[in-house]
C-alpha cells in the first residue's frame, strides 16, 4: 500500500505490539523496510503480527514482554542489539487504562497503569540510550491526549501519561545535543482493543465526556501509526521534544 521507505536498512522495536496502534505501527515500519522486533506480554499476538510483516515482505521477529519489568526491558534491549547488531527506532506503545470514579481506584491499579505506562518507557529508554547514541537513533512514546488536558474518571492514567510527556521532554533536553530524538504521540480515541475495554461509572456525568470529542469518530490505529512512522523517520529530524497531538480536535 505505501510506497515510501523511509527505514531502509533500519532496526526498530515496537512494544505493545501484539494489538492496536503496536500492532499497526510494527507493521508499518516494516513496511518501510525497518526489521523490527514486536515486543508484547502477549507472545502469542506479537508472534502473529511478526509473521504478518514477514508474510507482507517485511523483516520481523517477537518477543514476550512485561514493560513494567526493569530486568526484563534490559535483556529484551540486550537481545535486541543481539539479533539485529543495532539499534535506531524505540517505540514505547505499550499502555493500560483504567477508568472509573477516582475516588475508589484500586491502589493496585494505580501502581499497575504508572508501571506499565510510565515506568515501563523509562526501563526501555534507560537501556536502549547507549545504543541510539551510536546510531543517532531516536525514541517514540504513546502518550495521549488525557497526559495534555485534565480528564475525568482517569486519574491513573492520565497521571502516567502526562508524566511520559514531561518524560520524553526531559530526555529530549538532555540528550538532544548528543544526537537522539526523543518525541511522544498523544492520540484522543482510538479503535483498539484498550478503547474498548473501557467502561465508565453507572452515575457517569456525559458532559464531562462529550467535551473529549469534536468529531463524530475515533482514529483508526493505522492513523497513529503513520504519525508515528513519520515522526521515526528522518523527515522529522528537527522534531524533538514534541508532544504532537492526533485527536480531532480534542485538546484544541
Known amino acids: 500500500m505505501q510506497s515510501m521507505r523511509r527505514f531502509?536498512?533500519?532496526?526498530?522495536?515496537?512494544?505493545?505490539?501484539a494489538s492496536g496502534i503496536g500492532r499497526a505501527?510494527?507493521?508499518?515500519?516494516?513496511?518501510?523496510?525497518?526489521?523490527?522486533l514486536c515486543a508484547d506480554l502477549d507472545e502469542r499476538g506479537a508472534a502473529e503480527t511478526a509473521q504478518t510483516a514477514v508474510h507482507d515482505g517485511g523483516s520481523a521477529e517477537s518477543e514476550c514482554l512485561d514493560v513494567s519489568d526493569a530486568d526484563a526491558c534490559?535483556?529484551?534491549?540486550?537481545?535486541?542489539?543481539?539479533?539485529?547488531?543495532?539499534?535506531?527506532?524505540?517505540?514505547?506503545?505499550a499502555g493500560i487504562g483504567r477508568?472509573?470514579?477516582?475516588?475508589?481506584?484500586?491502589?493496585?491499579?494505580?501502581?499497575?497503569?504508572?508501571?506499565?505506562?510510565?515506568?515501563?518507557?523509562?526501563y526501555l529508554s534507560k537501556a536502549a540510550i547507549p545504543h541510539l547514541l551510536a546510531t543517532r537513533g531516536n525514541i517514540v512514546n504513546m502518550a495521549s491526549a488525557a497526559g495534555l488536558v485534565g480528564t475525568a474518571y482517569a486519574a491513573g492514567y492520565a497521571s502516567s501519561k502526562g508524566g511520559l510527556v514531561l518524560l520524553t521532554r526531559s530526555l529530549a533536553v538532555e540528550f538532544g545535543r548528543k544526537g537522539i530524538r526523543v518525541n511522544c504521540i498523544c492520540p484522543g480515541g482510538v479503535d483498539t482493543p484498550l478503547s474498548h475495554s473501557v467502561t465508565f461509572p453507572q452515575d457517569v456525568d456525559e458532559k464531562l465526556l462529550h467535551r473529549m470529542q469534536l468529531?463524530?469518530?475515533?482514529?483508526?490505529?493505522e492513523e497513529i501509526a503513520a504519525m508515528v512512522a513519520y515522526v521515526a523517520s528522518d523527515e522529522a529530524k528537527y522534531v524533538n521534544g514534541a508532544a504532537l497531538s492526533i485527536d480531532g480536535g480534542q485538546v484544541a
Do not use: H
Request: aromatic fraction near 6%; include cysteine; glycine fraction near 8%.
Open 8 to 17: 531502509d536498512g533500519k532496526d526498530a522495536i515496537v512494544t505493545g505490539a
Open 25 to 36: 505501527t510494527a507493521l508499518r515500519l516494516a513496511e518501510e523496510g525497518a526489521r523490527v
Open 74 to 93: 534490559r535483556r529484551m534491549i540486550e537481545n535486541a542489539i543481539a539479533t539485529f547488531g543495532k539499534l535506531d527506532v524505540l517505540c514505547n506503545i
Open 99 to 122: 477508568y472509573g470514579d477516582s475516588s475508589l481506584l484500586a491502589d493496585a491499579d494505580w501502581d499497575r497503569q504508572i508501571a506499565i505506562n510510565l515506568s515501563g518507557p523509562f
Open 215 to 221: 468529531v463524530n469518530r475515533i482514529a483508526k490505529p
